[in-house]
Every structure is written in structure tokens, then in C-alpha cells.
């Protein structure tokens, strides 16, 4: 087992939440909570999950690779998405993406030298009325990210002091 025992204790309490037969509806839960732990999901994650969910390999890692909120490659850090959906995309999502792969010398899919920051394109974070958008650790929403709030972000999880939420310095 990789996991610790405190995180397979939290991945039995998703798979109470579905019938005993099927133990793989909690697959999402799993992978969130071991990506939680490790960072990222390994290939041997994957398939420790895989057996304790009882469930073929190929059908996690089908899972992993088809959201975007899974990390199956090592990241940074922090993994920043930028909404680049088009509601976003033309409230300034485009612009704000370009202004971070500026400030941070990256591309999508790139992590810092210093292993600081990932950056990644993000589907719909069903925010657009507050575009541009940007989810860190697929946990805190930035909304009306300028290109002064993203100097902010960054600055602050720089310095990596208790993260606050985006939403209080919106306005």
C-alpha cells in the first residue's frame, strides 16, 4: 500500500457513500484524496488505487487522464489553471493566461525551474461572470485575476503565507 492509513481510512468513507457493489463509483474520491497526499498520481498510485477499489487499472487511469483536475505528471507546488473557455477567453482570460506565462517564463503544461509553479489551460470553472478566472490547486478560485491581482497571487504564494481567498481582494 502507498498510501498512508489515515488516507485509505478518508477513501472508505467515499466508498460508504455508494452500495457495496460498487466500490468503483468512488474512484474520483480516491484519486482526489491520494493526489492530496502524494502530490501527484504515479502510475504505481494509480494502480494501488486501482486494487483497492477492486477495480481493473486501465479504468483509474481512464479516469485520471480524462479530468484535468488530476495530475498524472509531477507538478509544481502550485498548479494555477486560467479558464481559456470562451466566455473567458473574451472577458480577459486570454490576456491574463498570456500576462502569467510572462511573469512566470512558462507555458501551459510547464512547471518553474524552482518546481514553484505549474501553469495549465482549465476548462469551465463555472465563473464567467467573474472572468478572468484561475483556480489553484484545483482549490481556491481567483476571479477578476488583472494583471495587479495576479502580481498579488503571485507574490503571495511566493511568500507562501495561509492561503486567503482571491475573492476578498476582488473588489
Partial sequence: MLLS?????????????FPADQKQS???GALAIAQDEKGWLSPEVLEDVATYLEMPAIAVQEVATFYTMYNVNPVGKFKISVCTNLPCALSGGEKAAHYLKQKLGIGYRETTADGKFTLQEGECMGACGDAPVML?????????MSDDKIDALIGELSSEPSIASCLENAK
Fill in 136 to 144: 489553484v490547486n484545483n482549490k481556491r478560485m481567483c476571479s477578476w
Fill in 26 to 28: 468512488a474512484v474520483m
Fill in 5 to 17: 492509513e489515515q488516507a485509505y481510512k478518508k477513501i472508505d468513507r467515499e466508498v460508504g457513500k
